[in-house]
């Protein structure tokens, strides 16, 4: 066989590769909510994702602030750093994937956010019990796992988030504990 004959059969090969590859992408969003995400939709879970990390961050450093409990203000900067570090890592991998960082949680669930971290009129009690009665840690933990096991396309962010879950895993448990301690 001549080079020019090996040479037209690699270039249609290929081809035929970049083409399968769209397809598979193409089923796969068909697929909806159960298939391997797409690296656009990595992309954009990501920076939803980066949006709340950067909102906690924030929020964790009003109650700082204005944090009266010892044992909590500790426990809250490790917290706050946590969620600081996500949302960098998340940004950086948004942009190694080709992506720029632009979601923003709405001003209304900022400002309830601030409102109650930053509160000086309710106790650090207060604040926990309302923190911790208002979502199921394990349910959080289980949706960040699903978005995770749809990543099999992408080792390196799937990963990632992985890490970062188990990040997660640790400050809800320290909710937890601030929350029987202070509110039993």
């Not at 044992?71 to 998340?90: D, P, S, V």
Request: charged letters at 25%; hydrophobic letters at 40%; a negative charge.
């Amino acid at each position: 066989m001549s080079q020019a004959a090996l040479t037209r059969i690699e270039k249609a090969i290929g081809t035929l590769t970049q083409e399968v590859a769209g397809l598979r992408e193409r089923v796969d969003a068909l697929a909806g909510s159960q298939g391997p995400l797409t690296t656009a939709e990595i992309i954009e879970f990501l920076d939803r994702f980066r949006a709340g990390e950067a909102m906690g961050e924030a929020g964790i450093g009003a109650w700082i602030a204005t944090c009266q409990t010892d044992c909590l203000r500790g426990g809250l900067r490790t917290a706050q750093m946590r969620e600081g570090a996500h949302a960098l890592l998340l940004e950086q991998r948004i942009k190694e994937l080709g992506g720029s960082p632009s979601q923003e949680m709405d001003e209304s669930a900022q400002t309830q956010m601030m409102d109650l971290y930053g509160s000086t009129k309710l106790s650090d009690a207060e604040k926990v019990d309302k923190i911790c009665s208002s979502f199921d840690p394990d349910t959080i933990l289980q949706q960040l796992s699903d978005q995770a096991d749809r990543m099999d396309n992408d080792q390196e962010t799937q990963f990632l988030l992985r890490s970062i879950i188990d990040d997660e895993r640790s400050t809800l448990g320290f909710l937890k504990q601030a929350h029987d301690l202070l509110c039993a």
